[in-house]
């Protein structure tokens, strides 16, 4: 059964950092999915925040990569089937759920997975 755990969530002042982990537990070949964050603030929509694909490449969100850019960070680790979500100099609009995922387009039916979102509020 697959499980994505989430961790690194919490409270955080604006100019700080957080570190968002997620761990596939049970899920084989990590290598072949696509990980990424999606985060929703309160009353908001679920938006992307960033992804990355199985040759280890990044992408950012078009409605947040002007917004993160230089202070978010993804990166994936195959040999432990985690993605990592580095978060810098937070500000208030980075409060929201942040919900990890894992996904492979390619098959038929489509393979996805999702975490929890743990809750990441900042305050000035």
């Known amino acids: 059964q697959v499980q994505l755990v989430e961790s690194g969530g919490g409270r955080a002042l604006t100019g700080e950092s957080l570190k968002l982990t997620c761990v596939g537990n049970?899920?084989?070949?990590?290598?072949?999915?696509?990980m990424g964050w999606y985060r929703q603030a309160p009353g908001g929509h679920r938006e992307l925040v960033a992804d990355t694909g199985t040759d280890g490449s990044a992408n950012y969100g078009d409605s947040v990569r002007d917004s993160i850019q230089g202070r978010f960070t993804i990166s994936r680790h195959n040999a432990n089937n985690t993605v990592i979500l580095h978060m810098g100099n937070l500000n208030t609009e980075d409060t929201a759920g942040y919900y990890c995922y894992a996904r492979r387009s390619e098959l038929i039916p489509k393979r996805e997975y999702w975490g929890q979102g743990p809750q990441v509020t900042v305050s000035s």
């Open positions: 049970g899920i084989n070949a990590f290598n072949l999915y696509t």
